[in-house]
């Protein structure tokens, strides 16, 4: 295309972008899961407006909208994006349940990458229970293992696939959040469902794996189809200054 004096830079390059977009019919984008053969895993979800929400029926709705868009007359598009930080898969800082963490500025900016970041086991835990002092025995995780995602029955169930929030989820009970803490080397927690701690034991769980700040929970984790193994995971969450939780990019990767 040949673009005359007559014609400014911009009005070009629209031109051109219009021209190339309506001469390509077979314009359909990748949305992988598995990447390299089967060696990389996206264990993240996609964000869409059916995305459970915590105790709501309803999902997230519309969380992104375009006030800027090309077909309007802006020179390109430009989104903006409104989310509550634990939405999808998320991870919480120790300030998400203790306040005077959250004053002192234990956010998400605060986590420690190296946790976030490293070898890690992929488990199947018992089917038929909560994740119980009696549930953590039977997986014999051994010492020096840091970093432990747990698959459950929510994956099965598909309950981040559902829209309304299914409060029969599987977690943590206290006395389970309590052996781990005292029995395990674990830093790194994630899990299948909105919440590590079941609803039952919403906060007390979440207290006894966050007071000393030494544990990261990353929640929400989609688990299914990846084999149970060892992997490294590679977690990163927004450097949101002064946020208790953040949305969250995790993959795993074959050793």
């Not at 995305?51 to 709705?61: A, H, L, T, V, Y």
């Not at 994956?155 to 389970?176: C, E, I, P």
């Not at 830093?187 to 030494?214: C, N, Q």
Request: one cysteine or more; glycine letters at 8%.
């Amino acid at each position: 295309m040949k673009c005359g004096v007559w014609l400014s830079v911009v009005a070009c390059a629209l031109a051109v972008a219009i021209l190339a977009a309506n001469g390509d019919d077979n314009l359909v984008p990748p949305r992988r899961e598995v990447y390299d053969n089967g060696r990389l895993f996206d264990i993240s979800h996609r964000y869409e407006p059916g995305m459970p929400e915590f105790e709501s029926n309803e999902g997230i709705g519309q969380f992104l909208w375009l006030p800027k868009s090309m077909k309007n007359g802006s020179l390109a598009n430009n989104s903006e994006m409104k989310l509550p930080t634990h939405t999808g898969t998320h991870v919480d800082a120790p300030g998400h349940v203790f306040d005077h963490y959250f004053d002192a500025g234990f956010d998400v900016d605060s986590l420690d990458l190296f946790v976030l970041n490293g070898p890690a086991l992929l488990v199947d835990v018992p089917r038929d229970t909560n994740i119980t002092a009696e549930a953590m025995k039977s997986l014999n995780i051994p010492r020096g293992v840091k970093r432990v995602l747990f698959r459950t029955l929510n994956t099965d169930r598909r309950l981040m696939f559902q829209k309304a929030f299914d409060a029969s989820y599987v977690g943590f009970t206290v006395d389970g959040a309590k052996w781990l803490v005292e029995n395990t080397d674990i830093k790194l927690i994630g899990i299948d469902y909105l919440s590590v701690a079941a609803y039952d034991y919403l906060i007390p769980s979440h207290l006894v794996f966050l007071k000393d700040r030494e544990i990261i929970l990353v929640e929400s984790l989609k688990l299914d189809d990846v084999p149970a193994g060892l992997y490294s995971v590679h977690c990163l969450p927004l450097r949101l200054a002064g946020a208790e939780g953040s949305p969250i990019r995790c993959i795993l990767i074959k050793n």
